[in-house]
């Protein structure tokens, strides 16, 4: 399905309601020219006081983070591969144009538009090798316009992921480092905060919940439970997504980790984890 409506239903719905259509003209008027102002002063904007909700995706390593991000944007744009796949902040910029063919530009950086997953895909690559040598991570944003004819407008934010244990090359203080980014980004008060965590594991074992509350983000948090075809029953899957947990006696949610977040926890199952059988 797209997420853009009809253009015929469209143009009804402006002439039945041209208050809201005007609010929407306005607002993605507001996010074109903020983003003008984002190319021009980079991260001074910031300083400015000038800021839009984003929102942020934070979650332990292979925790299916981004295959939620190439979900939303309807490619795979990003590489997989074993260890830290994402070293950088990268900022999806998503804006609706008329083109049917998705088309992303990297920001400040030089090339051609990307029309094809494997180029923005190599791109990414040759961006992490240049800024981390794949031993690092950079807090260094990198700013993907994604423009196609059927996307919300919107920005998100991919982190990279919590680190377990380092690998033998890795920078010393890299589970730090990563750490600290995603808090700065948590603690962003404009920063809608997408935890995502696999659902076969425990809640209380999924470090990303606990950040949240520390930084007392529950209000401004969706939990997102990624795998959750691979579930059993003492991961309580069920009462986390119905709501049920949220009406239990504190020591329940505290045995399993259950932190209640005001806009709840919803499902999915990561195409990493389909199986031919299910």
């Not at 332990?60 to 997989?80: C, H, L």
């Not at 010393?172 to 008060?189: E, M």
Request: glycine share 8%; charged share 30%.
């Amino acid at each position: 399905a797209n997420w853009q409506a009809d253009p015929a239903s469209s143009a009804g719905n402006s002439k039945l309601f041209p208050f809201a259509s005007g609010m929407k003209k306005g607002f993605e008027d507001l996010i074109r020219c903020v983003d003008r102002l984002r190319q021009v002063y980079g991260k001074d904007l910031d300083g400015m006081g000038i800021h839009l909700p984003m929102i942020v995706a934070v979650g332990k390593e292979s925790s299916g983070k981004s295959s939620v991000m190439e979900m939303i944007a309807g490619q795979p744009f990003f590489p997989r591969d074993e260890g830290v796949c994402t070293r950088l902040p990268f900022r999806l910029q998503f804006r609706c144009a008329p083109q049917e063919t998705p088309r992303v530009t990297f920001q400040d950086l030089p090339g051609q538009p990307c029309t094809k997953p494997e180029q923005v895909q190599q791109r990414i690559l040759d961006v992490t090798k240049q800024r981390t040598n794949n031993e690092d991570v950079s807090s260094d944003e990198v700013v993907l316009n994604i423009e196609n004819c059927d996307v919300p407008e919107l920005t998100l934010v991919d982190l990279p992921g919590l680190i377990g244990s380092q690998f033998e090359g890795e920078k010393r203080g890299l589970k730090q480092k990563v750490l600290d980014l995603v808090k700065k980004y948590i603690n962003q008060p404009h920063a809608i905060v997408l935890a995502v965590a696999p659902a076969n594991v425990r809640l209380r074992d999924n470090d990303i919940l606990g950040m949240v509350k520390e930084a007392g983000a529950e209000d401004r948090t969706i939990g997102l439970l990624t795998k959750c075809d691979l579930a059993n029953e003492r991961n309580r899957l069920e009462d986390i997504l119905n709501g049920k947990l949220s009406e239990a006696d504190r020591k329940d949610q505290e045995r399993i980790g259950y932190i209640h977040l005001k806009r709840g926890y919803y499902g999915m199952i990561c195409r990493d984890t389909l199986r031919e059988d299910r």
